[in-house]
RNA sequence: GCCAGCUUAGCUCAGUGGUAGAGCAGUUGAUUUGUAAUCAACCGGUCAUCGGUUCAAGUCCGAUAGCUGGCUCCA
């Protein structure tokens, strides 16, 4: 049998997926189908509301017509004869679609089985050669993505050459549900929100707060390591910061209303920066004391819709690790190689390896000298060549105020998730009038970079949950060891071990439940706790504990002086 | 915001228009346990909220809120 890409195998059986529900609802109107990173989709327009259990008979649908063994029959047709047949079917989205082939264009059509399609293809060359395919799900989807366009029905579906090779796919998709950082946001007691406080607003319970604490305070001494000084702003500010910034102008629909204070308009702060450019105007700034690094765990609060909204992936409130570096033009090369470099650093103490550098160059509408996006975006892309990194370039990706290098990293079940963002401003320096006196004695206007590394707290702590399982490294756990005595005869014994590693500095808990050892390790287990000390009448005797690690198992007896060392030695290398 | 679905105990979920349930968790007691669940009793509910239909609503209808999957958006 031939062996066709993933593609076009995909991209078939979104024909044949529209080919049953052709059969089971005749009525419908097509849009169009084609292959996704993960799988395929079509969308329909039709009367009736597709369910799980439609999918299930449309799926029975499709394993008849394959098995049929119809072939993919290619024909071209002119424009005319397309209108003609689209338009005796009343395929009005079709016609649509058809308008956007340029003319002088071949206009190919589909036929297998009783479906007939206007497509560029390839196809398979037989139905019976769709692979192994499964629907997923069915979502609502406006028509050419647009918010005015009618809705759609699309169906999500995925397909492989082999069954083994689905199997695999959707039980990657269980793995990742298991992963889910919302379930284990509430079985671990990290975070929850509460529809009296409102959706897309983090509560943060003890053992989630102090996970964020610990990897804030990581994450403050690293910067101050690499050059950095931390800054604190104010959660609100008057309107008229907002209006020189410019926000009031582009982001008013994702602000929230004003409060009255004294007469005056305050708006919630959106983002950071304007406060930043505050404490660098407070005085003249000499070229002398650039390049200036302030960072600063800030919190913003921005609407976003409600259907948007995602556990810690998508809030309104959240804390950006914001920084703004402000130097001089002889000064970007060397910063922005330097912040990449820090990123990688930030992510590799993480366990984020596989990290990706894309590049967004000036968009049409756009401010700031041709002169400075040249040497703007030529340090962007010597400080990825520096790093090593593959870079892909998104031509006119970047903001209207200037270029930007976004990264990517890969998360242990080869996720990629959008993180740090770098991004040049030639806007900011311009309406807040920044300046430094430079060598000449003249003033200058200064380059301004915002970035953030981990993107905010919320959507990273989410991943680590995700990229973790729930299984966080012993550096970053709140309850690193728990110590469980057998019976009440080693309670003194298991009291005066937990005495000695706390001493030394460990985080360690008792579980004093007259419950079974099994049980007992049981809940240990589903905590994640990464070293489980058992303490029977045999250690007791000698002063030990039998040790069970989260990753190698049982590892024997040890006092509470080497349990120490081991757990130190964990946190040291961050494992 | 839009389309669809969902919302029953802290969690996971049963429940023909006719007396609200189970397991786990929690509490109490018994048990003194050797590496993933000891036993028992008890507690726990305005069936998301509000309104409607009905002799009777967890169940049918409507509105609102929240959640889920997408779409749009993400400075």
């Known amino acids: 049998m031939a062996s066709f890409p993933l593609e076009t195998i995909r991209h078939s059986v979104?024909?044949?997926?529209?080919?049953?529900?052709?059969?089971?609802?005749?009525?419908t109107k097509f849009d169009i189908g084609p292959s996704t990173a993960d799988g395929f989709y079509y969308d329909f327009d039709m009367e009736a509301r597709l369910s799980p259990e439609d999918l299930e008979k449309i799926e029975t649908v499709m394993a008849r017509i394959a098995s049929e063994d119809h072939a993919f029959e290619y024909f071209e047709l002119t424009r005319e004869e397309a209108e003609k047949l689209l338009g005796e079917k009343g395929q009005q989205y079709k016609l649509e679609r058809l308008k956007d082939i340029p003319s002088g264009e071949k206009i190919s059509f589909y036929k297998s089985g009783g479906f007939t399609d206007l497509c560029r293809g390839p196809h398979v060359e037989k139905t019976s050669q769709v692979g192994a395919f499964k629907l997923l799900s069915v979502a609502g989807s406006y028509f050419r993505g647009k918010e005015d366009n009618p809705m759609l029905q699309r169906i999500y579906g995925t397909a492989?050459?082999?069954?083994?090779?689905?199997?695999?796919?959707?039980?990657?998709?269980?793995?990742?549900?298991?992963?889910?950082?919302?379930?284990?946001?509430?079985?671990?007691?990290?975070?929850?929100?509460?529809?009296?406080?409102g959706p897309g607003l983090i509560l943060w319970h003890p053992k989630g707060a102090?996970?964020?604490?610990?990897?804030?305070?990581?994450?403050?001494?690293?910067?101050?390591?690499?050059?950095?000084?931390?800054?604190?702003?104010?959660?609100?500010?008057?309107?008229?910061?907002w209006h020189t910034s410019g926000h009031l102008d582009f982001y008013k629909d994702a602000m929230y209303s004003p409060m009255d204070i004294d007469g005056n308009d305050y708006f919630v702060k959106p983002m950071n920066c304007p406060f930043h450019i505050q404490i660098y105007k407070t005085k003249l700034r000499s070229y002398r004391e650039l390049p200036l690094r302030w960072a600063e765990l800030g919190t913003v609060y921005r609407y976003e819709k409600s259907g948007v909204l995602h556990g810690l992936l998508r809030v309104r409130g959240f804390t950006q690790d914001d920084a703004h570096i402000i130097c001089t033009p002889e000064q970007i090369e060397s910063e922005i190689s330097e912040v990449l470099q820090f990123s990688l650093s930030m992510?590799?103490?993480?366990?984020?390896?596989?990290?990706k550098p894309y590049l967004a160059t000036r968009p049409e509408k756009s401010v700031g000298e041709e002169s400075r996006w040249t040497q703007a975006l030529e340090s962007l892309r010597k400080a990825v060549e520096k790093a090593g990194l593959e870079c892909e370039v998104d031509e006119g990706g970047g903001a209207f105020y200037g270029p930007k290098i976004d990264l990517k990293v890969r998360d242990a079940i080869g996720r990629e998730w959008q993180t740090t963002t770098i991004q040049f401003d030639f806007n900011l320096p311009e309406r807040f009038d920044m300046t430094y006196i430079g060598e000449d004695g003249q003033k200058h206007r200064p380059y301004m970079v915002h970035r953030a590394l981990l993107g905010s707290i919320e959507r990273f702590f989410g991943i680590l949950v995700e990229h973790y399982a729930g299984a966080f490294p012993v550096w970053l756990c709140p309850e690193q060891l728990r110590i469980l005595p057998i019976t009440e005869k080693q309670h003194d014994a298991?009291?005066?071990?937990?005495?000695?590693?706390k001493s030394k500095g460990i985080r360690a808990e008792m579980d004093l439940r007259s419950e079974t050892v099994g049980s007992r390790i049981k809940d240990a287990r589903n905590d994640r706790i990464p070293y489980i000390a058992v303490i029977g009448e045999r250690e007791a005797s000698v002063g030990t504990a039998a040790i069970r690690s989260r990753r190698e198992g049982q590892i024997g007896e040890l006092d509470s002086w080497g349990l120490a060392e081991k757990i130190v030695s964990d946190i040291d290398n961050k494992i």
């Open 494 to 501: 298991a009291c005066a071990y937990l005495k000695a590693l």
């Open 14 to 27: 979104s024909h044949v997926m529209a080919c049953a529900v052709q059969e089971l609802f005749p009525e």
């Open 210 to 241: 102090f996970i964020r604490n610990t990897f804030e305070t990581f994450w403050k001494e690293e910067h101050y390591k690499n050059g950095y000084e931390l800054v604190n702003t104010p959660h609100i500010g008057r309107s008229d910061l």
């Open 347 to 355: 992510w590799k103490a993480f366990g984020f390896k596989d990290v």
């Open 160 to 197: 492989f050459p082999s069954k083994k090779e689905l199997d695999a796919y959707l039980k990657q998709l269980e793995e990742a549900k298991k992963r889910d950082h919302r379930k284990l946001g509430r079985e671990l007691d990290l975070f929850s929100s509460a529809d009296q406080v």
